[in-house]
């Protein structure tokens, strides 16, 4: 009785570990699946063993999706218990955003450049479109009204804008870039759609977004090769309009003044800043450790938004701004390393997509830690991948899909290339 009872429990034994290998085989068959066809990109031609595109933007991006995700957790919990009475509100949109993201990622990876650059004309007629219907349907928050509300859901119209602004931007330089080199009508023509832009983004009011814009532009006109005068002018006509929309906008010119000196007035319009520099004054060199901001307990506003990075400060101090920084430099110059080797191979919308959106987070990111520790006024412009935003996020994590997408069409490009020669070296030997 004894033998046959150790017998059933042997024999069930053995029947849950088949079991569990079974299931174990076929979850490590569907991974490997997911993950060759992530890395072939639906490219038939491609070995396993050559990689197709630069996992080190993936591992970046994961990275600064981790940090972010930590930080509005830390920074949120005491604003989301008052106005939510649930801490985790804003984690769990935030969670809820990354996995959006990622999957409106997993889509765009199979969209070609040359859909792009097709299309160019289109996605900026939309983000048109969406900066003049949000004029009319978008929700107002602290006296801007730049969300546009579909359900759960809020989009901020100027995000997608910039993207698609870009994606013209550098098309058009690949149909217009001799003229714009030598005739000051083919250099005016895109600034005459960043005035439309503009004069959209200022009714919301959007200065922040209008600036970023304004130096990306710039910065690819320059890179494209324009002449020296036309950037002289560009930058004169453009300091004087950025200047002029301060000083005639009361509560423009006050962020400009308490920026100068923010404990003039440090329970007024220099409230926010003097707070964040005690943020970032109490941070020093390693930080309180995390969970143990002052600040964000209803002393700092937007601490899980715009000042995200203070909060970072305070509780990581020096050494961890110095690592978000890094990453975002190290992203910027793969970006602009990126840009060049596409104009290299003379992939020229590739070469400038990438140089855009290389100056766009860069900027955007400096503008953001500078507001934060004083050094720039405040803009009210996200941390890219890091602070609390869904549109931000999404947008950010379509930019940097585009940049993997860049990488992998000019590493396919090579690889059928050198297929193609040893093919007819090959032909060749033999015909010898």
């Known amino acids: 009785m004894a033998t046959s009872t150790t017998s059933a429990h042997t024999s069930a034994h053995t029947s849950t570990d088949t079991e569990s290998q079974m299931q174990l085989s076929f979850v490590q068959g569907i991974l490997a ?71 409106i990622a997993g889509v765009a990876l199979q969209i070609p450049m040359a859909w792009w650059q097709k299309n160019s004309s289109y996605l900026l007629i939309f983000g048109i479109f969406l900066l003049v219907i949000v004029l009319f349907i978008g929700r107002s928050v602290n006296g801007s009204t730049r969300w546009i509300v579909l359900g759960p859901i809020t989009v901020q119209a100027a995000e997608p804008a910039k993207l698609f602004f870009f994606c013209y931007l550098a098309a058009y330089l690949v149909r217009r870039r001799d003229q ?31 600036i970023v814009m304004f130096v990306t532009t710039f910065g690819l006109l320059f890179l ?20 002029m929309l301060a000083f005639f906008e009361p509560y423009r010119w006050r962020r400009i003044t308490s920026f100068l000196d923010p404990w ?42 715009d000042f995200v990075m203070a909060v970072l400060a305070e509780e990581f101090g020096f050494i961890g701004i110095a690592s978000i920084l890094l990453l975002s430099m ?54 890219p991948l890091i602070s609390y935003g869904g549109s931000s996020m999404i947008i950010m994590t379509l930019a940097m899909v585009i940049l993997i997408r860049i990488d992998h069409e000019l590493r396919l490009q090579s690889i059928q290339a050198t297929s193609s020669k040893r093919k007819e070296k090959k032909v060749g030997g033999e015909n010898g």
């Open 264 to 305: 003039q007035d440090p329970f007024g319009s220099g409230y926010q800043l003097t707070q964040s520099l005690m943020a970032y004054g109490r941070g020093e060199i390693f930080g309180q450790g995390l969970g143990n901001s002052i600040q964000k307990l209803d002393y700092l506003p937007e601490a899980h938004t």
């Open 33 to 103: 699946k997911i993950a060759n066809k992530f890395n072939q990109f639906n490219s038939p031609n491609v070995n396993d063993n050559q990689a197709v595109f630069d996992r080190s933007f993936v591992v970046i991006v994961i990275v600064m999706y981790m940090i972010g995700l930590i930080m509005v957790a830390s920074s949120s919990m005491p604003v989301a218990e008052r106005l939510f009475n649930n801490p985790f509100h804003f984690v769990i949109r935030h969670a809820i955003y990354i996995a959006l993201s990622i999957g």
């Open 180 to 210: 714009v080199m030598e005739d000051w009508r083919g250099f005016a023509k895109p600034l005459v759609v960043f005035g439309i832009l503009a004069g959209l983004l200022l009714r919301q009011p959007d200065l922040g977004t209008i």
């Open 330 to 383: 190290v992203l910027v110059f793969k970006a602009l390393m990126l840009g060049k080797k596409a104009l290299a191979k003379e992939k020229f919308f590739e070469g400038f997509f990438a140089y855009a959106i290389g100056i766009w987070i860069c900027f955007q990111a400096a503008v953001n830690v500078g507001a934060s520790a004083g050094i720039v006024p405040t803009k009210g412009l996200t941390m």
């Open 224 to 243: 494209a090769g324009a002449k020296l005068w036309q950037f002289i002018s560009l930058a004169s006509v453009g300091v004087f309009l950025l200047s």
